[in-house]
């Protein structure tokens, strides 16, 4: 496997926020891909531990908000010894073109710890394909 | 009457801590096949001396995972999919997707017949017990 690439560990950054949550705990940033197909801006976040129900997914004022929270309670128990990465919760925002996704289409998908975000575009942004005449 | 005033995110917080300071931690020393490999791991240890092994890979499908034993060592590999179909037009691109090698060796001998592993949520969760050879025994005093 020399010619294969080693795949490395991403360092998990921390959210920073211009305001402080009320909440004092620490908040990652889900490393993200987002893409356009035709019909659709598909947004792919990476939340390991963030089971359905913790998942949270909101659109206000344009902006979206994703925020995951893992459950401690598994960890109460448990003595660290070696660590490599460090836990905490989830938390993303991007801001949309303003009205261009239909919100109340959206589908949210999880898998593996993969979000998969689906915004259905707004009829008036879906490209136009023009007819030579 | 005493305040009970118990704060909910102490706990976290002292794991959050505890975690920071364990990188430090000579533990594996150069058993493991360095640091900055994927997939990150984190061990702990579990109130009856056995360990826990929670390994993070969001995005690698149970299939897609290879785990073998021997002796005390643990070898994970796998491949770990990042795909954006067809003819989609990028406009962040944060995830890396490739394979996989990684050996973990423990300071302990460990029960290779009773080990398990959880993969759910992009956790992979090993439970590793220790050899009953391994395990301190308490010396009476005469």
């Known amino acids: 496997m020399a010619s294969a690439q080693e795949l490395e560990v991403q360092q998990k950054r921390a959210l920073e926020k211009k305001d402080e949550a009320t909440v004092p705990a620490r908040i990652y940033l889900p490393t993200t891909d987002i893409f356009e197909t035709e019909n659709a801006l598909m947004v792919v976040m990476e939340m390991p531990g963030v089971v359905n129900e913790h998942a949270d997914i909101t659109i206000e004022d344009n902006v979206l908000t994703v925020t995951g929270r893992i459950d401690f309670s598994k960890y109460e128990k448990l003595q660290p010894v070696y660590t490599e990465y460090n836990i905490g919760h989830f938390q993303r925002s991007f801001s949309l073109a303003p009205s261009s996704i239909d919100e109340h289409r959206i589908t949210a998908e999880m898998k593996d710890g993969v979000l998969t975000l689906t915004l259905p575009k707004a009829e008036r942004v879906k490209a136009r394909k023009i007819e030579l005449k | ?142």
């Open chain 2, 1 to 142: 009457m005493a305040l009970a005033f118990a704060d909910p995110f102490d706990a976290l917080f002292r794991f959050q801590r505890a975690l920071d300071q364990q990188l430090e931690s000579g533990w594996l020393e150069d058993l493991t096949t360095g640091r900055g490999a994927f997939p990150p791991i984190n061990v702990f240890q579990q109130q009856g001396s056995d360990f826990v092994a929670i390994i993070e890979m969001p995005g690698v499908s149970k299939d897609a995972l290879r785990l073998e034993v021997r002796g005390d060592t643990i070898r994970i590999s796998g491949t770990k999919m990042v795909d954006y179909g067809g003819n989609a037009s990028m406009h962040r691109r944060e995830r890396v997707g490739g394979s996989f090698d990684r050996t973990i060796s423990l300071p302990v001998q460990l029960d290779p017949n009773r080990i398990t592993a959880e993969c759910r949520d992009g956790i992979l969760v090993l439970s590793l017990p220790r050899a009953e050879s391994d395990k301190p025994k308490a010396i009476k005093v005469s």
